[in-house]
């Protein structure tokens, strides 16, 4: 398996916006999961932004309505657009792919190799 590859992220004021990408070249067609994580110092990963192959989307309660997954499969790019940004979401963001979700994020099977975002006031 390809390591998707991210690119994105950086400094962004409050309110403002910002946009991760994560080039996913092995699972944009069949069955997948493919998700947006992120990490703080000190805690777990965690997932905040999940699409399958059904185009079914699932978001985290911290970004829902702030944050939007998308895949573009003829770029075989995984998108995470992220507006109206907070300080609370300045972590590393990694991408995760996979062949399943559980019951909302991807089972991963290759991870990106992360991004900082930070978000200042």
């Known amino acids: 398996q390809v390591q998707p590859v991210q690119a994105g992220g950086g400094s962004v004021q409050a309110g403002g916006s910002l946009t991760l990408s994560c080039v996913v070249s092995s699972y944009t067609s069949g069955t997948y999961c493919m998700g947006w994580f992120r990490q703080t110092p000190g805690k777990a990963r965690g997932g905040i932004a999940a699409?399958?192959?059904?185009?079914?989307?699932r978001y985290a309660d911290s970004v829902r309505g702030r944050f939007t997954i998308s895949l573009d499969a003829a770029k075989n790019t995984l998108y995470l657009q992220m507006n109206t940004m907070k300080s609370e979401d300045t972590a590393m963001y990694y991408c995760?792919?996979?062949?399943?979700?559980?019951?909302?994020?991807?089972?991963?099977?290759?991870w990106g190799q992360g991004t900082q975002v930070t978000v200042f006031s």
């Open positions: 699409i399958d192959s059904d185009g079914r989307t």
């Open positions: 995760g792919i996979g062949e399943y979700c559980d019951n909302v994020f991807p089972v991963v099977d290759s």
